[in-house]
């Protein structure tokens, strides 16, 4: 059968990739058409688009850049109605994959998965509605994406989440803290690594006060997590003279040799959480206290980690908006260095997380459900 595959970011590339290679064990025909990256073209097939060309966000980032957007969609679409695909599989991205939905569905009457809900049940609930209407099959990751969607009668697939399977089966899981360094050229220090997003303009915003936040624990040495197609240059442009090391496509062998880390929200927190590093979340919102108070009226869930929100309470400390300070950073990392049962109770509260979200195989169950789906509605 023939897959057609949209992914907008790193993590969405990380995830079709793993849900390509279970595709393949469970469908031998299997033949692949995408807009995603690296990993993705690993996995054989035709790339339309790489996902660094359609990474724009916010309203400012879409708006200042809407011939490429426009651009894209149109290119999607013309690819769709090309390749003919038996199922078109969309990965989170809600802002482009919704609307390549609703084309799929209405003008082309061709089945639509969607592998990673988007997280409408954080913000936009509203898009509940075209997701009832477009999608024929959503596969959750959470278990309280399940409770969010029964709540609004929509019966989906939880197959546990990836980000189990990409850690479980992560790279270089014995190598010490003295291999790490030496093959990086660090020295002998411990590391605090700092995870400061994967697009451009996250990493402007938060990096500097990261940065400022670890010089005050000079024992130690900041690492940063170099973003995937993000080039050293760009980083070296933000650090100027600071003396802090870069790690290119090793993270979670940073996040392994790291004390603690400093993560800017998204799917690293619960990366982290599963590798074992204590860490503090963080995330940066421009015109920060005003937006703190309208946060209730756009936000619907307490927490921005996906850590607090798997525990549901608060297991590490969340600094957004006006209180992503350099002196809260580092009063955080003071606790999570030196408390040893601060550090401790987080920890096990990483244990108890882990046990929410189950064992390894989500890509796997996934590739069942979907080849078995398709193949019954061909009969």
């Not at 970011?9 to 469970?26: Q, T, V, W």
Request: aromatic share 12%; glycine share 6%; charged share 25%.
């Amino acid at each position: 059968m023939k897959y057609f595959i949209i992914a907008g970011e790193a993590s969405g590339d990380l995830h079709a990739s793993n849900l390509m290679h279970e595709l393949r064990k469970e469908d031998l025909s299997a033949d692949f058409c995408f807009l995603g990256g690296d990993l993705m073209q690993a996995q054989g097939g035709k790339m339309i688009k790489h996902y660094r060309q359609m990474a724009f966000m916010g309203f400012w980032g879409v708006l200042k850049n809407a011939r490429k957007v426009l651009n894209n969609i149109n290119e999607c679409k013309k690819a769709i109605v090309n390749y003919k695909p038996d199922v078109v599989i969309l990965v989170d991205y809600p802002g482009f994959n919704l609307p390549m939905a609703r084309f799929t569905k209405e003008e082309l009457n061709i089945p639509v998965y969607y592998y990673i809900s988007p997280k409408i049940w954080a913000w936009k609930e509203h898009r509940i509605k075209a997701i009832k209407a477009y999608i024929d099959k959503l596969f959750t990751i959470f278990p309280f994406e399940t409770e969010f969607y029964a709540r609004h009668d929509y019966q989906v697939e939880y197959i546990g989440n990836p980000t189990v399977d990409s850690i479980s089966l992560r790279p270089n899981q014995q190598q010490t803290f003295k291999e790490f360094c030496t093959k990086n050229d660090l020295p002998d220090k411990p590391i605090i690594a700092l995870l400061a997003g994967s697009r451009k303009q996250e990493i402007s915003a938060c990096i500097s006060r990261m940065i400022k936040a670890t010089l005050r624990f000079p024992e130690y040495q900041a690492v940063i997590a170099g973003a995937p197609g993000i080039d050293k240059e760009f980083y070296h442009s933000i650090l100027k003279d600071k003396n802090v090391h870069i790690t290119f496509d090793q993270t979670y062998e940073l996040l392994k040799q790291a004390k603690v880390a400093v993560v800017n929200s998204g799917t690293a927190t619960l990366e982290t959480a599963l590798i074992g590093t204590p860490q503090v979340v963080v995330y940066n919102v421009y015109f920060g206290r005003l937006m703190m108070l309208l946060k209730d009226y756009f936000v619907k869930v307490k927490y921005i980690s996906l850590v607090n929100l798997v525990a549901q309470k608060e297991v590490v400390k969340e600094l957004m908006a006006q209180f992503f300070t350099v002196e809260n950073v580092s009063k955080e990392l003071d606790n999570l260095l030196h408390d040893k049962t601060y550090r401790q109770n987080m920890l096990n509260e990483y244990a108890s997380m882990k046990k929410l979200l189950g064992g390894p195989g989500a890509a796997s169950k996934a590739a069942k459900i979907m080849v078995e789906s398709l193949t019954a509605s061909r009969k």
